[in-house]
């Protein structure tokens, strides 16, 4: 299908704005990113019979995308912005006469990507991009491992305070039928406990590089499954070690990990019966183990203070995957940036 081309030439305006800084990131992630690779993975999506007007370039859309997640953007508010501010429009290869989508535009992409699924498809492809740039977590490298529960979209159902004795939320997983109208909105989310508090939604899983900062790795469940029992899936074999706190504890999975070379840093628990001196270099380890684990903890702030991640906007699973993911893949070329920036 033949795209909507931005319209190129000399143009009045071009004049007040040619003094304009550039925005660096944006600078970065237009280098990194081969823009041309992802807009024929998304061609799949269209109609290539030739009837009807040109649509408008993916590469503008899924960038439109990215400047949601870096700067914390409704649709609404990014279509805005590319057509007001100067380094957005920069970023998309926009000239002064052309008009960027609109936030109905952005919709229809998101059902689009989603009906061909390539969501998932496009962030694996912007990471691996980013690899090849040397921008990578390398092998043997120290993985950190930790997980957040992130809030549903709608307001929680009713549920049976009998089964919030666990505090990974294993005991909430049959969760009661639902007895309110909200209860059947989202069918996805439920319930589970932590710090003698329940919570209501979902769990963002996430393994960090943590020389880089980068994400390498993450799962989104329903808040109930019990964080240790996805910390395989995060790792792809090549870690030397990985840290992770309390939560994590299991001594068969580690037994695997080290058959596999991976030597993992699990946080222990104090218990009673110890001696003082066993006491005291548990603690003595586990700060050890916090010091350097604790790196992920502003990574989960960042994506929920700035990335569109602290609460589900939408209902199910599969959308909220795709939600926590895009806050993740835009997060990541900021990294990168910083990288990049330090090696210059």
């Given at each position: 299908m033949a795209f909507r081309e931005a319209q190129r030439g000399n143009d009045l305006f071009d004049i007040p704005v040619a003094g304009v800084p550039h925005n660096a990131v944006l600078d970065t992630i237009n280098r990194v990113v081969d823009w041309a690779a992802l807009r024929s993975m998304v061609a799949v999506?269209?109609?290539?019979?030739g009837a009807g007007r040109p649509g408008f370039d993916?590469?503008?859309?899924?960038?439109?995308?990215?400047?949601?997640?870096?700067?914390g953007l409704s649709d609404v508010q990014v279509s805005?912005?590319?057509?007001?501010?100067?380094?957005?429009?920069?970023?998309?290869?926009l000239s002064p006469a052309d008009v960027p989508p609109d936030d109905t535009r952005l919709v229809r992409f998101r059902n689009r990507l989603r009906a061909h699924g390539l969501h998932h498809k496009l962030m694996a492809a912007i990471n691996t991009m980013l690899a090849e740039q040397?921008?990578?977590?390398?092998?043997?490298?120290?993985?950190?491992?930790?997980?957040?529960?992130?809030?549903a979209a709608v307001a929680p159902p009713r549920r049976d305070r009998n089964n919030d004795d666990d505090e990974h939320g294993e005991s909430c997983v049959d969760s009661p039928k639902?007895?309110?109208?909200?209860?059947a909105s989202d069918p996805d989310a439920d319930w589970t406990i932590k710090n003698k508090r329940a919570h209501y939604g979902y769990k963002l899983h996430m393994a960090q590089d943590a020389t880089t900062g980068l994400v390498t790795a993450h799962a989104v469940t329903k808040a109930s499954v019990h964080d240790t029992n996805v910390l395989e899936q995060l790792l792809d074999g090549t870690e030397k070690s990985v840290l992770a706190d309390k939560g994590y504890i299991?001594?068969?999975?580690?037994?695997?990990l080290r058959n596999k070379g991976t030597m993992p840093h699990v946080m222990m628990r104090l218990r009673k019966t110890m001696s003082p001196s066993t006491k005291a270099t548990i603690k003595t380890i586990n700060r050890a183990i916090s010091?350097?684990?604790?790196?992920?903890?502003?990574?989960?702030?960042?994506?929920?203070?700035?990335?569109?991640c602290g609460r589900a906007a939408y209902v199910g699973i599969v959308k909220v995957g795709e939600q926590l993911g895009?806050?993740?893949t835009a997060m990541n070329p900021m990294v990168a940036h910083r990288w990049l920036t330090k090696a210059a």
């Open positions: 999506a269209y109609d290539d019979s993916p590469v503008w859309l899924l960038k439109m995308l990215l400047l949601e997640y870096l700067y805005r912005e590319c057509g007001d501010r100067y380094s957005f429009r920069a970023f998309l290869g040397g921008i990578a977590a390398r092998p043997g490298s120290m993985k950190i491992v930790d997980a957040t529960l992130i809030q639902p007895l309110s109208r909200n209860a299991d001594g068969k999975r580690d037994a695997r010091r350097v684990r604790s790196a992920i903890e502003p990574t989960f702030a960042n994506l929920k203070r700035w990335r569109h895009w806050g993740i």
